[in-house]
Structure formats: C-alpha cells, structure tokens
Nanobody
C-alpha cells in the first residue's frame, strides 16, 4: 500500500519557522508531481505550493518568498519549509502527490492525513 504520512506541524510564534515533512511510504515507480494545500477554519482548501516533474515550483502571492517546496528523492520525502510565519498561516496542512506504484501503468493522486500549524501573534 502506498500512502503519504505527514509530520512537523505544531505551534510557532509570528516570524518563526516550521518545516513540514511528507513521506511517500510503499513501493512506487515514480513521483510525477507534488503539492501542499492548507485549510483554515471556515475556509476552503487552498494550494500553497506545487511542483511538477520537468516544470517549476508555484506559490501564490500569500506565501511567495516565505514558503519553499522541495523533495529528497533518496528518502521519498516531500518538504514544505515555512519562514516568516504569520497568524493567517494557521491551518491544517495537507501534502498531495501524484504517483505511479511499482509495476503499475497507471498514476494515482494521494493525500496526507493533515497536520495542524498554529501561529500566534
């Protein structure tokens, strides 16, 4: 079974930093694309970072220059480095990946379980 397992959320002061991790667990052939989303209370889920193989990273203006998406291929781990955190960054953060399982000819999109990030003033 292939699944995404998140960690790294918690409490931070405004101006602080956190790094979220998302491990792609299981036997896979390749990762085609990765992304991070967040959902604040009473708000819709929004994209905060994405990267497609062969392309470039995307960030909305709300997090640009503060958040960085990256991947460690040896560990099959996706990261979201968050700096200069603001109270409005408070949300549940979800990793997302489009993958091809080992021995498969089809691709699948998977979600992590979510991790809470809380930023205080």
């Amino acid at each position: 079974q292939v699944q995404l397992v998140e960690s790294g959320g918690g409490l931070a002061q405004a101006g602080g930093s956190l790094r979220l991790s998302c491990v792609v667990s299981g036997s896979i052939s390749r990762i085609n694309a990765v992304a991070w989303y967040r959902q604040a209370p009473a708000s819709q889920r929004e994209l905060v970072a994405s990267f497609t193989s062969g392309g470039s990273a995307y960030y909305p203006d709300s997090v640009k220059a503060r958040f960085t998406i990256s991947m460690d291929n040896a560990k099959n781990t996706i990261y979201l480095q968050m700096k200069s955190l603001k109270p409005e960054d408070t949300a549940v953060y979800y990793c997302n990946a489009n993958i091809r399982p080992q021995y498969s000819t089809f691709d699948y999109t998977l979600w992590g379980q979510g991790t809470q990030v809380t930023v205080s003033s």
